[in-house]
């Protein structure tokens, strides 16, 4: 009766213990959706990154960067707008230091040209010499 009772319970639970191993073709479509699923997470992710987008970003409305320049690898001097009032600061790894509050603000023209017309004006320098 109890080796009954013992065969009864395994056949009821046979079917999920011995339950037959995926084929290629069911697991190529799994892995191809996980692939799937995981590009388009990077690809939002750096189409946010791309966007800026302030409110999901951290930035504040008050604060802005006018213009940067690099100075090392980790190190550089950045113009920081804070509700009108601009301020030099130098920015390391470590720390980030006031060099100075500017008293004749850096408008938005000058710290915005492009690439194209800074180097035309660096080779224009380079002829007239």
Not at 68 to 96: A, F, M, W
Request: proline share 4%; aromatic share 6%.
């Amino acid at each position: 009766m109890v080796f009954l009772r013992r065969a009864a319970i395994g056949l009821m639970f046979a079917p999920s213990a011995y339950a037959a191993a995926p084929d290629g073709q069911d697991l190529a479509t799994t892995l191809g959706a996980l692939v799937l699923v995981i590009g388009v997470i990077f690809g939002l992710a750096w189409a946010l990154k791309r966007m800026q987008v302030p409110s999901l970003m951290g930035t504040k409305s008050g604060l802005k960067v006018v213009s940067q320049l690099p100075l090392g690898q980790k190190e550089r001097v950045v113009v920081l707008d804070v509700n009108g009032e601009q301020v030099l600061v130098g920015v390391t790894s470590q720390q980030i230091t006031l060099i100075k509050s500017l008293e004749n603000p850096i408008t938005d023209s000058e710290s915005t040209k492009s690439f194209s017309s800074q180097f035309n004006q660096i080779l224009k320098k380079n002829d007239a010499s």
